[in-house]
């Protein structure tokens, strides 16, 4: 374990050093771990929204149920929406049924997919003030079909930005890997858009954009 965070950690200047120059401009106020740098960058791309909020990417060696959150700093709940941060937390590692591997390891298609959603949940916190997110969280902790709710509006927001493609291959790659356990994939079933209905989402933004309504 030791080892595996000491690389996830480590200077990673190669990878670093060959991001284009437009996507460093998405670093702004960001902490991202250089590991995963080049992915947070290209999803963040795609929320222009959010160039100047204050988000900061950190790895954690255990998570329960996810491999990903996005949550506020509540400390900075009372400031001004401006001077709020978030914390999107990631799973050192990608955890299967026999085995485990760093979570950078997986593809970078899935890893850009998975934090655009979470970013989605940036976008729909960025709407709520104070007493609305209090509200969230409370309601998330005790009602599943709010918990529903919320994943399904963090996927919408990711679909509406450009990543439906990345989320419909996130949901693939969870829903049909016979290494995960089933408990985790029908949770993503259960709370989550399916691929189906994403491919959906896209097609309809699709038709509008050849329609000029957007």
Known sequence: MKLILLLLFMPYSAKQDSIPKELLLYGE???IPNVIKSNVLTALSHYPELKDANIEFVFKQKMKKSIMDAQPVFATLLKKKKNRKYRIRISALMTFTHTAIPIHQ????IMIGWIGHELGHIMDYEQRNFFS???FG???LFSGKFIQKAERTA???AVEHGLGYYIVE????ILDNADLPQVYKDRIARLYLSPDDILEQVKKLEEKKEEGEL
């Open 170 to 173: 996130t949901k693939y790659y």
């Open 155 to 157: 996927d919408s927001f």
């Open 29 to 31: 106020n960001k902490q």
């Open 133 to 135: 997110m209090v509200g």
């Open 106 to 109: 997986i593809p970078d298609s």
């Open 138 to 140: 409370i309601s998330y």
